[in-house]
């Protein structure tokens, strides 16, 4: 087939089974533009800002498997990318990003939109690329689809100058089958001498702990983790970017773990002789205060990235692998040795676990005449009777959806963890409702999140994505003023807009139903009443407690045993709610 | 406890590999004491000389990471075993008059240098060896001789059979 750049731009997204390309047009790209308008198969979602982009590709990866695919422009198109591209690297999600570049002869003549795209995404993608003759194109995509999706996935930029894709020079294009890359290999399979230390460590424990993570999630290895944790009976806790990996409505799960998470699981932590950590990276959110980390612990590390292995805590026994594959091989060990769990300490170890488990951290006051934001996220629970897809923005909102709706599936918990991006959860969610297009999505917000790509209402009017936002709003940028009352004395300093818009004249104006709920008896039959619009995009402004704090939380410098708990939570001695 | 490591790494010899490297060690706050590449026998790969200084844990992640960029095909922390560590210095001395130009040349003798241009009033003189070698060249020519050193910066090499190779 003789093709130009820019056809053979599409055509190879076609072979690669590319569905939807996210993207905002401009200059640099319209060659390859002209190609797309001549085909069908592939689709084009026009966002409104190419944040949106970016992280409307990025729900869609997390929600689906697949790797997101964004097409920009040169320039402001570029750069208007990177905080999405940021966010993807940072939780590793696979995505390909193409973006436009001037012409070559023009390139660093600091020609019209010309930005070194590669030099300023450099630090934030797994990899990029730079296409300098249309001959390269098609084996480079191949290239970037590969390296995006295996291994720890990232985000990997294709920068293509335009006269890469100029339309009057064809060439001979044949889909790329395979792919070479000789300094490219993830290790899949685990070391089978470390797999059986693993096997024999975690057997031996008196008091274990499996800790698992996003690993987990993007390895599709939560039936393999399900059968690992039922097979032993111990206990597991889960990072804010693992929910769902594991049911989390199982009596084994403990909850999240981590700053905010609940007092049995960081409790468990803390007194925990062998630590299982699955596909999770000791984050300082879930690690708190290092010299104080899991003090009595041996710790197995299961991870594909050989570099997160001993990073932020020394590991015991560290396996480099694909976790699908490596707890197979555990499995498979268990069954060669003799040795059992010893069920009389795995007993004493869950009557433990089970007395921090009753002093339900996680209360709150269910009599307030106000809506707590708790409450919402209970009831969004019983509306989409547990099967939702979620995608949050940034703030207490996110946590409380965290902590309130428990995800029983994974890829349902649709969040920014690693870089914390406000204005992700909208453009996300429409990406996770193209992906499935039956289910029922809601993006949990807050006032001040929602503002930050609240442009993409109009795509999701465009696309018919019927998507529901919870606007959890307090009136306050909530995440921060709580710092604010425990670490400035309540000096909330810019954490409040003095004029907010009205959301539901904004919603309507953009052609979607508006709501407002003031009362907490109206939030069931408002959710309901959501819910039941199966194809129109609903904007709930749920008016709520501004002063609720997110609890437990674990302050810096802390360990997991110092916890400040909520002051509902039932605590045998009141002083023991500042265990700190 | 903090240690000098001398890091051998073969990459892909493509225009934005050099950048991911010094952006690396920019990024991420490990030290560079110095740097040397050049293309190998075969023209696609580049070998890389860094050396650094940290504890075995910095130095532990300074590896993975090094690893972890898509254009490294492999790499080898040479220091880790016996190995010969050699950098070349260009260093142009002012020499006016006999007495200056024969102090400068029973120097080069005693480091077995070399002097490789020479001028009314100059000579430039090439010597290798270790970096050690080279501080003591310099210590030991008066500092009122030099007017301009320019240093490789230190490759290196395993000995015996080991290789670093593809
Ligand atoms: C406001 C706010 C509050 C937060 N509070 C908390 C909190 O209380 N608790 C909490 O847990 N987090 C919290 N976070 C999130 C936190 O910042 C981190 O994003 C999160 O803890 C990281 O999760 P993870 O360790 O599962 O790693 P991920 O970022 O999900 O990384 C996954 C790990 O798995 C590995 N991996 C990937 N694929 C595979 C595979 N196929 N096989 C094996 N390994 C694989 C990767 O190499 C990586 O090491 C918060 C974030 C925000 C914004
Ligand atoms: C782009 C960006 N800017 C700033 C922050 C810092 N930040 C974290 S949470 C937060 C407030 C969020 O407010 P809101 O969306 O109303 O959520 P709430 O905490 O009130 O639930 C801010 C400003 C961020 N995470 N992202
Ligand atoms: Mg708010």
Known sequence: ?????????????????????????????????????RQEDVKHILVRHEQGATHAADGYARATGKPGVVLVTSGPGATNAVTGIATAHLDSIPMVVITGQVSTPLIGSDAFQEVDAIGITRPCVKHNFLVKDVKDLATTLKKAFYVATTGRPGPVVVDIPKDVTDPGIKIEYEYPQTVAMRSYHPTVKGHPGQVKKAAELILSARRPMIYSGGGVVLSRASAELTDFVRQLGYPI?????????????????????????????????????????VGARFDDRVTGDTRKFCPNARIIHIDIDPSSISKNIRVDIPIVGDIKDVLNDITAAFKELKQKPDSEALASWWKQLERWRSKQCLKYDRNSDLIKPQYVIEKLYEVTKGEAFVTSDVGQHQMFAAQFYPFDKPNRWINSGGLGTMGFGLPAAIGVQLGHPGADVACVTGEASIQMCIQELSTALQYRTPVKVVNLNN?????????????????????????????????????????????????????????????????????????????????????????????????????????? | MSMRHIISVLMENESGALSRVAGLFSARGYNIESLTVAPTEDGSLSRMTL???????????????????????????????????????????????????????????????????????????ELTGSGDKLDAFIKAVDTGFIMETVRSGATGISRGSKSLQV
């Open chain 1, 1 to 37: 087939m003789q093709l130009s750049g820019g056809e053979i731009l599409i055509q190879f997204l076609k072979d690669e089974g590319v569905e939807f390309v996210f993207g905002y047009p401009g200059g640099a790209v319209l060659h390859i533009y002209d190609a797309l308008f």
């Open chain 1, 237 to 277: 806790t889960s990072t804010l970017m693992g929910l769902g990996a594991y049911p989390s409505t199982d009596q084994k799960f403990l909850g999240m773990l981590g700053m905010h998470g609940t007092y049995e699981a960081n409790m468990g932590m803390h007194e925990c002789d062998v630590l299982i950590a």
């Open chain 1, 475 to 580: 009136r306050y940028m909530g995440m921060v003023r709580q710092w604010q009352e425990f670490f400035y004395d309540s000096r909330y300093s810019q954490s409040y807009m003095d004029t907010l818009p009205d959301f539901i004249k904004l919603a309507e104006s953009y052609g979607h139903v508006g709501m407002r709920i003031e009362k907490p008896a109206d939030v069931e039959a408002a959710l309901r009443e959501a819910f039941a619009m199966k194809d129109r995009t609903v904007f709930m402004d749920f008016i709520t407690d501004r002063t609720e704090n997110v609890y437990p939380m674990i302050v810096a410098g802390k360990g997991h045993n110092e916890m400040h708990l909520a002051p509902e939570c039932l605590m045998d001695n009141p002083d023991d709610r500042e265990l700190a």
């Open chain 2, 51 to 125: 050396v650094t200084q940290g504890s075995e844990e910095i130095v532990e992640q300074i590896t993975k990471q090094l690893n972890k960029l898509v254009d490294v095909v492999k790499l080898a922390d040479i220091s880790d075993g016996t190995h010969i560590e050699r950098e070349l210095m260009l260093i142009k001395l002012r020499a006016q008059g006999d007495s200056a130009r024969s102090e400068i040349k029973r120097m080069v003798d005693i480091f077995r240098a070399r002097v490789i241009d020479v001028s009314d009033d100059t000579f430039t003189v």
